[in-house]
Nanobody, 121 residues
């Protein structure tokens, strides 16, 4: 499975972006999908995941970001609102090995190449 993340760009603080993740072939509807990000000089961190029909978020994005998944279209999206400069990072999508994944990165089998999100103050 190859994943392609898109939708990144430059936005002012308070703005919104919508990231999309497309899979090269259909992933099982049971496989969870997640989003991570890595800021310069920092480790990659969990943003959120869609697991078992529910969305899970890190505390830093809860209430601002929304994850959704379209099984038929083989895509996952990350709607990001009220963006802040600290949200600046490369964002990655990933497919879980099983039906439930949250912040444990070794539980994810496939990773996209990442898309840059830059939020200016």
């Amino acid at each position: 499975v190859q994943l392609q993340a898109s939708g990144g760009g430059l936005v002012q603080a308070g703005g919104s972006l919508r990231l999309s993740c497309s899979a090269s072939r259909r992933t099982s509807s049971n496989n969870a999908m997640g989003w991570f990000r890595q800021a310069p000089g920092k480790e990659r961190e969990f943003v959120g995941s869609w697991s078992g029909g529910l969305a899970y978020y890190s505390d830093s994005v809860k209430g601002r970001f929304t994850i959704s998944r379209d099984i038929a279209k083989n895509t996952a999206t990350l709607q990001m609102n009220s963006l802040q400069p600290e949200d600046t990072a490369v964002y990655y999508c990933a497919v879980c090995r099983g039906y439930f994944c949250t912040d444990s990165q070794d539980r994810y089998a496939y990773w996209g190449q990442g898309t840059q999100v830059t939020v200016s103050s």
